[in-house]
Antibody
């Protein structure tokens, strides 16, 4: 069974940093593109960042470019999102998702981890 | 980044059919067969319903179907059930990677 379990969220002050993790199991993690998606309170889903299976190529939404860094450790079956220079508008539930490269869709999702940016 | 426009809300009675539209441009919906739809119950993980415009993953009931015409993709849910009450999002992978704004489905 495919499982994605996020962790690392919490309350952080504006300007602060966190590292989110997504532990994957039940599939060959190193062969899949992985993505972070977030949902702010009362808002819809927002694509945040994607990393290719090898970790060589990364992609970011304009809203997080230069502040967030996606990475992965295929030996640990874990996806990461380093979030720096946090703003109030980054408050959201952050989901990791497995992406099917041939269809560009997200076929498995985690339950999410909540990041709250507030003083 | 471009946006995909969905109705904010739709509603229907049990047993009825509803359709949710997702309107983009020739740079996303119109130019891509990589359109997918997701169901999201608040507090839960989103679920893939439709991919490649019309395909259903195994385990998704055939009450859910997808289509596309020009720059608009559509999700149709037939035989509405109470558990279908959720938020629904479209996604297009083309020149921009963007979700639709989401549609809240209410089952009356």
């Amino acid at each position: 069974e495919v499982q994605l379990v996020e962790s690392g969220g919490g309350l952080v002050q504006p300007g602060g940093s966190l590292r989110l993790s997504c532990a994957a199991s039940g599939f060959s993690f190193s062969t899949y593109v992985m993505t972070w998606v977030r949902q702010a309170p009362g808002k819809g889903l927002e694509w945040v960042s994607t990393v290719t299976d090898s970790g060589e190529n990364t992609y970011y939404a304009d809203s997080v470019m230069g502040r967030f860094t996606i990475s992965r450790d295929n030996s640990r079956n874990t996806l990461y999102l380093q979030v720096n220079s946090l703003r109030a508008e980054d408050t959201a539930v952050y989901y990791c998702a497995r992406q099917i490269i041939t269809s560009r869709c997200f076929d498995s999702w985690g339950q999410g981890t909540l990041v709250t940016v507030s003083s | 980044q471009s946006t995909l426009t969905q109705p904010r809300s739709v509603s229907g009675s049990p047993g009825q059919s509803i359709t949710i539209s997702c309107t983009g441009t020739s740079s996303d919906i119109g130019g891509s067969n990589y359109v997918s739809w997701y169901q999201h119950h608040p507090g839960k993980a989103p679920k893939l319903l439709i991919y490649d415009v019309t395909k259903r993953p195994s385990g998704v009931p055939d009450r859910f179907s997808g289509s596309k015409s020009g720059n608009t993709a559509s999700l149709t849910i037939s035989g509405l059930q109470a558990e279908d009450e959720a938020d629904y999002y479209c996604w297009s992978f083309a020149h921009s990677w963007v979700f639709g704004g989401g549609t809240m489905l209410t089952v009356l």
